[in-house]
């Protein structure tokens, strides 16, 4: 199947395309992608398996050996898929992207990309030990009390050092782009990985902060306790934004590379970078409605930050709007005649946009429910159960790794410079709907034995024969078949990628990034002053930090000595 | 015209009195956010009070510096402990903050910014840093309340809202010092 999608555009587009075809990509960046998909996609081979071994267990079918508890299979899932898997594609596909929208890589970029590859690479093999050792049990939100092997922090403070030298990397490569290009809008791609690395630098900082003053310090044993609340409200100013990093990455796809897919235009170019800043500036602050049950927080304080939380749902009800206009348009185009006609006409046997599309979809549900959790009352009735489990394999489990998984299906054959053929093509559409029915399965359980009361973390157990907790079963069932055909997909999807990167037929790939639709108004320049964008970011997270952070340290308890409760 | 109504408007619904007893009942709400609300409000209103008195305007804030020196004033009265105090104890007082605010700290500011070069722009904000840091000090490290209306943590979370907004202010400068923006953009290219 040739990937390059003919479209009667611009001139200027015409050229772009020619240009890209003589130049391809460049050997030495497309290295460093294919080195981060390649632990990307690895990660979630093992990820997938252990997801596995969970779910079995869940459902009551697999009892794990003592060498292998259930606790630890749990942190390793969830560090190799949310950290690992989701980190790592974000950063090659970034990388491949700055490469492409802004000439090359520069020499020095790409030898801060290799140490700070290398620099994760070690700190998760320093993580990984103590977890194989069963020391570091403590699920990937490390919450204390719970107390790992102090290794498995350093690892921790390893990877952060090596997101850091990549975010650099990124802000050197753009900041010298501008510098060449005065007066431009950087290239919109360019732009989403300029948010998301800030993002990412603001997110790291509070974690490194965490870890490095107040859990390193307490594990060795230099200080008696740890101040429990403080340090769960710095892993979600962390967590919660990591996170949205991999949302913004998919979003970045969905504005960018879908309407290039389904051969149409960008779509006003001012509202996307509008959908960027906001979800900059407001986003670490929105960490704390994963605390909502927490005690020592003032309601007011929760309440405020759910309003921080909400709004970060406006620009996604835009990023909505935007992208079925952008679909409605391309189909109207393409002779969709009718309200609907226009669904019809998309290019529904292609899964570069099949995956997409599912993933999208899937964020309207995912969406509200998130909405529920953020609402303290609704909370009260969900926290700590399944539901919050269904919750996020919705949100990254559906609409973030099924965009990672359609760009996989053009980015892998373009840094492979190799072609996505018409079988792949097929096996990667059984993929996307074994995938969508298997997730519907899993997380619709999830979501619904969790409003039963099922709590999360926690083992199969039939709690003495409860009556009660005997009618979660057959939810649990379901869970453990819908976990099952998960690893069915996680292996399609896994054997796609290595063969697009090895032994799919050679021949030249676009990297598809649309162009902006004709008459497009103009887009004002104070988008791009980044600058303010960070100023403003930092003010809005030390007015909505200043007043529980300083009542958590000032008020503090005695503190928690370790524990080791596996 | 739409300016000042929107501006009304957003003056009233600050100060109706549920809302205006939620934002002052937390001390760093009060100082850090109503009352720069307020001058926000003078700021929307502003070009409506240049277009209608804009001899007022030319004639007495000529080369913005009377304007920001009004600005200044106003703003560091009320961030004096004892007037935060005299507003919520005195009706008067409190009457005279969403005017003030608004009127003469607002307005002015916004006539004046643009009227300064870059280096009264940069004065403005050093001399706010500094009073931020300074304030911030006072109000950590001061062992009784300073306000009768206030505790100490309160204060305390003041102080440390007034330090960050401090480094916030400090990146800033670095960022205006250490960067060229003629080596980024075109000035042609401004908006």
Same mark, same amino acid.
């Given at each position: 199947m040739e990937t390059v999608i003919p479209q009667a555009g611009k001139a200027k587009t015409v050229f772009k395309e020619k240009a890209n075809k003589v130049l391809g990509v460049n050997l030495q960046d497309a290295l460093i992608t294919k080195a981060y998909m390649s632990v990307a996609f690895i990660a979630l081979f093992l990820g997938g398996i252990l997801g596995l071994l969970q779910g079995l267990n869940r459902a009551g079918l697999l009892e794990l050996p003592s060498w292998l508890n259930y606790y630890q299979v749990l942190t390793a899932h969830g560090l190799l898929l949310v950290v690992v898997l989701s980190a790592f594609f974000m950063i090659g596909y970034y990388y491949a992207g700055?490469?492409?929208? %802004?000439?090359?890589?520069?020499?020095?970029?790409?030898?801060?990309?290799?140490?700070?590859?290398?620099? +994760?690479?070690?700190?998760?093999?320093?993580?990984?030990?103590?977890? %194989?050792?069963?020391?570091?049990?403590? /699920?990937?939100?490390?919450?204390?009390?719970?107390?790992?092997?102090?290794?498995?922090?350093f690892g921790l403070v390893f990877i952060v050092l090596g997101v850091w030298a990549l975010s650099i990397g990124a802000f050197i490569q753009v900041a010298n782009w501008r510098k060449n290009n005065k007066g431009k809008h950087l290239p919109i791609l360019a732009f989403f990985a300029t948010g998301s690395f800030v993002l990412l630098v603001g997110a790291t900082a509070f974690v490194a902060v965490e870890v490095l003053f107040m859990?390193?310090?307490?594990?060795?044993?230099?200080?008696?306790?740890?101040?429990?609340?403080?340090?769960?409200?710095?892993?979600?100013?962390?967590?919660?934004?990591a996170v949205?990093?991999?949302?913004?990455?998919?979003?970045? $796809?969905?504005?960018?590379?879908?309407? +290039?897919?389904?051969?149409?235009?960008?779509?006003?170019?001012?509202?996307?970078?509008? $959908?960027?800043?906001?979800l900059v500036i407001m986003n670490i602050t929105g960490g704390f409605h994963h605390q909502i049950i927490d005690p020592g927080i003032t309601p007011e304080i929760k309440f405020m930050h759910v309003f921080m939380s909400l709004a970060i749902g406006f620009p996604s009800l835009m990023t909505a709007y935007a992208m079925f206009r952008t679909f409605e348009r391309t189909g109207r185009a393409k002779g969709g005649k009718g309200a609907f006609g226009w669904f019809k006409k998309l290019p529904w046997g292609d899964v570069r946009f099949l995956s997409p599309f599912i993933a999208m979809a899937a964020f309207a549900p995912a969406g509200a429910g998130g909405i529920v959790q953020s609402t303290n009352q609704l909370d009260g009735v969900v926290h700590n159960t399944l539901w919050i489990v269904g919750h996020f394999h919705l949100t990254l489990g559906m609409s973030v790794v099924m965009t990672f998984f359609g760009v996989s299906?053009?980015?892998?054959?373009?840094?492979?410079?190799?072609?996505?053929?018409?079988? /792949?093509?097929?096996?990667?559409?059984?993929?996307?709907?074994?995938?969508?029915?298997?997730?519907?399965?899993?997380?619709?359980?999830?979501?619904?034995?969790? %409003?039963?009361?099922a709590p999360r973390r926690t083992s199969y157990t039939t709690y003495g024969e409860f009556s009660s907790t005997l009618g979660w079963d057959p939810y649990l069932t379901m869970l453990g078949i819908g976990a099952t055909l998960l690893t069915i997909g996680v292996i399609i999807q896994v054997y796609a990628v290595f063969n697009m990167m090895f032994f799919a037929p050679k021949g030249e790939t676009e990297f598809p990034v649309a162009e902006e639709e004709e008459n497009a108004p103009k887009t004002p320049y104070w988008t791009?002053?980044?600058? %303010?964008? $960070?100023v403003l970011t930092v003010i809005v997270v030390g007015m909505a930090y200043v007043i529980p952070i300083v009542d958590m340290i000032v008020n503090a308890p005695p503190g928690s000595p370790p524990f080791k409760t596996w | 015209m739409n300016r000042l109504v929107y501006g009304l408007l957003l003056l009233i619904s600050l100060i109706l009195p549920p809302?205006?007893?939620l934002m002052e009942s937390v001390m760093i709400i009060h100082m850090h956010m109503q009352m720069p609300m307020l001058v926000i409000i003078g700021?929307?209103?502003? @070009?409506?009070?240049?277009? @209608?008195?804009?001899?007022? &305007?030319?004639?007495?804030?000529?080369?913005? &510096?009377?304007?920001i020196v009004l600005f200044i004033i106003i703003v560091s009265y009320w961030m004096m402990p004892r007037t935060m105090d005299e507003a919520l104890t005195s009706q008067s007082v409190e009457i005279f903050k969403f005017i003030s605010l608004p009127f003469l700290a607002g307005i002015p500011l916004m006539d004046s910014w643009k009227k300064l070069s870059s280096i009264g722009k940069n004065s403005v904000i050093i001399f706010f840093t500094v009073a931020f840091i300074g304030i911030g000090y006072l109000y950590i490290n001061a062992p009784n309340p300073l306000c009768n209306n206030y505790l100490v943590i309160d204060q305390i979370i003041l102080g440390w809202g007034f330090l960050i907004t401090a480094i916030g202010l400090i990146i800033y400068l670095l960022y205006d010092f250490f960067i060229d923006p003629s080596a980024y953009e075109e000035v042609a290219e401004e908006e």
């Open positions: 700055l490469s492409h929208t %802004l000439g090359g890589l520069l020499p020095k970029v790409r030898k801060i990309a290799w140490i700070g590859f290398w620099l +994760k690479i070690f700190g998760f093999v320093l993580v990984l030990i103590p977890l %194989l050792l069963n020391e570091a049990s403590v /699920m990937y939100t490390f919450y204390p009390p719970m107390a790992a092997h102090p290794v498995f922090y859990i390193i310090p307490w594990t060795l044993g230099w200080t008696d306790g740890i101040n429990v609340l403080l340090a769960r409200t710095l892993f979600w100013a962390f967590g919660h934004t949205n990093i991999w949302y913004l990455t998919a979003v970045s $796809v969905w504005y960018c590379i879908i309407p +290039k897919i389904i051969g149409g235009y960008r779509w006003n170019d001012f509202l996307t970078r509008m $959908v960027v800043i906001p299906y053009w980015l892998i054959p373009y840094i492979s410079k190799r072609v996505l053929t018409p079988q /792949m093509n097929k096996l990667g559409i059984v993929q996307t709907i074994i995938w969508t029915i298997a997730m519907i399965m899993m997380s619709g359980a999830q979501h619904t034995v969790g %409003l039963l009361g791009e002053r980044w600058g %303010l964008w $960070v | 809302v205006a007893n700021m929307i209103m502003a @070009r409506f009070f240049q277009e @209608r008195y804009p001899r007022f &305007f030319e004639k007495w804030n000529e080369n913005g &510096f009377p304007g």
